[in-house]
């Protein structure tokens, strides 16, 4: 099971809208211990977004989406899921209770007007959905399958995704927390360092090992930052590493 993230919609793939989420998404995971495994930006494709919806149920991965939940023609979020799980979408009967208690007390008009009823399709889930609750308007999003859909609007989204994370996804705080070391390596080649490198993956279980280069850096200059990333045997892992590095090839990297 992995931790997703879906960023939906044709403004942030054209430029008309700055993502604001996925540095947001990542400092709330952080902040629980969660470790994001993978983020797509997708636009309001409904074929595209089938797709990536039945790949990630289809891997029972945990995925939190932002945008594409409104009743405009150019929402597809909605009807892609349902039609990934292979299910009808069906006008929740809370999701009705809440956006008509938003109509009448943004003095909205008649619950029976055109706009009203079109309103209540923003409550049409997969079946099988519950909610998610909106502090902002009372318009909810919903969650089907592990998976958490919310608007894209940051003023709503942000409050929503931490409504999942510190309820139905508390059980996940603490998962990903990982521990790292790192040196830094001067006057070697990343390709010479390959081969322990591996050594090192196949030696320890559950350990990853990362290489960053930087030709540039205003105070390193040109290194690679060379460590790795675990939990248990990360010290031993390292020290292992460390090791087997040509002598005087690395200094502690900087805390």
């Given at each position: ?176 927390r990982q521990v790292e070391r790192s040196v830094i390596v001067r006057h070697v080649m990343e390709s010479d ?63």
């Amino acid at each position: 099971m992995g931790l997703g993230l879906y960023i939906i919609g044709d403004e942030i793939l054209s430029g008309k809208r700055q993502d604001k989420h996925f540095p947001q998404v990542l400092g709330l995971l952080q902040a629980r211990g969660m470790r994001l495994d993978w983020v797509q930006y997708l636009g309001d494709d409904p074929a595209l977004l089938r797709s990536a919806f039945a790949i990630s149920f289809g891997r029972g991965d945990v995925a939190l989406s932002c945008g594409g939940i409104g009743a405009t023609p150019d929402d597809h979020t909605r009807q892609s899921a349902a039609a990934a799980l292979g299910v009808p979408l069906e006008l929740h009967p809370e999701a009705k209770v809440l956006i008509q208690q938003r109509v009448v007390d943004a003095g909205l008009g008649d619950l029976d007007s055109p706009a009203n009823q079109q309103r209540l399709h923003m409550g049409m889930f997969p079946r099988g959905s519950a909610l998610i609750p909106n502090p902002y308007n009372r318009i909810p999003g919903f969650s089907v399958r592990g998976h958490y859909f919310v608007p894209g609007f940051p003023v709503m989204a942000w409050p929503m995704l931490e409504w999942v994370l510190d309820g139905p996804l508390a059980g996940l705080h603490g998962s990903g927390r990982q521990v790292e070391r790192s040196v830094i390596v001067r006057h070697v080649m990343e390709s010479d360092l390959t081969p322990l490198m591996e050594e090192v993956e196949r030696r320890f279980a559950g350990i990853k090992v990362f290489s960053l280069p930087s030709v540039d850096h205003p105070v390193l200059g040109r290194h690679i930052e060379l460590g790795v990333k675990g939990g248990a045997d990360v010290d031993t892992a390292f020290a292992y590493l460390r090791d087997h590095l040509p002598q005087g090839s690395w200094e502690n990297a900087p805390e």
